[in-house]
Each structure stands twice: as C-alpha cells, then as structure tokens.
C-alpha cells in the first residue's frame, strides 16, 4: 500500500488549507487512513482518521470542530480540511494506513504505511 499526501503551505492564523492523501495498491479501498503530525523533538501526534467506509471519523480534541476529514472511496483518497489555523498547528503533516485492512485507530504505532510527509506553516 502506498499513501502520497498533498497540499501544505503557508497560511495566517485563522486561515485554511486542505490536504489530501490518495491511497493505492493492492486493497486499497479496504484501508483505514489517519493524518498525524509532527514537529521536531516531539512524538507524532494523532490529528484525525477515517474508516474505509468514510464513516466514524475520529479526531483529536485539539482540532475537534476546526479540521474534517473525508473520504472519496471511489478514488481512494482522504481529505483533511483545516480551519481556523493556529500557530501550534504548524507541523508536517503525514497520512498512514494501518497493518491490517478494515480497521484505523488513534496511535501512530497501529500504522504501517506512511506517505511522505507536507508542510504545514501558520503565521501568527
């Protein structure tokens, strides 16, 4: 399974950006995909992830009501809209999927295939 993410950039505080992450592979459709961050020094974070069905996302509190992610199950791809940037949201962003098809989860460690990961810059 390969995962490629895309988007990023420079942003205010305040502003938005998406980021999408296409999925391929054999099964591709059967995964489950989170979006994690990191910054230097610190371990990655959770951010958000969505079953392969495109339903129960989950997030973390520190983004709940501001970012959503979806799922466009026909091109394998996941997408995470962020609003209401913050400063401490500035990080790389990376998507994953998990070992084993049909299930996603919260911990980084459950996740075996990464995509490289994309900038993510907000100006205070």
């Known amino acids: 399974v390969q995962l490629q993410a895309f988007g990023g950039g420079s942003v205010q505080a305040g502003g938005s950006l998406s980021l999408s992450c296409t999925v391929s592979g054999r099964r591709a459709s059967e995964y489950g995909v989170g979006w994690f961050r990191q910054v230097p020094r610190k371990e990655r974070e959770f951010v958000a992830a969505i079953k392969w069905s495109g339903d129960s996302p989950l997030y973390a509190d520190s983004v709940q009501d501001r970012f959503t992610i979806s799922r466009d199950t026909a091109k394998n791809t996941v997408f995470l809209r962020m609003d209401g940037l913050k400063p401490e949201d500035t990080a790389v962003y990376y998507c994953?999927?998990?070992?084993?098809?049909?299930?996603?989860?919260?911990?980084?460690?459950?996740?075996?295939?990464w995509g490289r990961g994309t900038q993510v810059t907000v100006r205070g």
């Open positions: 994953a999927a998990p070992q084993t098809t049909n299930t996603y989860d919260t911990s980084w460690r459950r996740y075996q295939y």
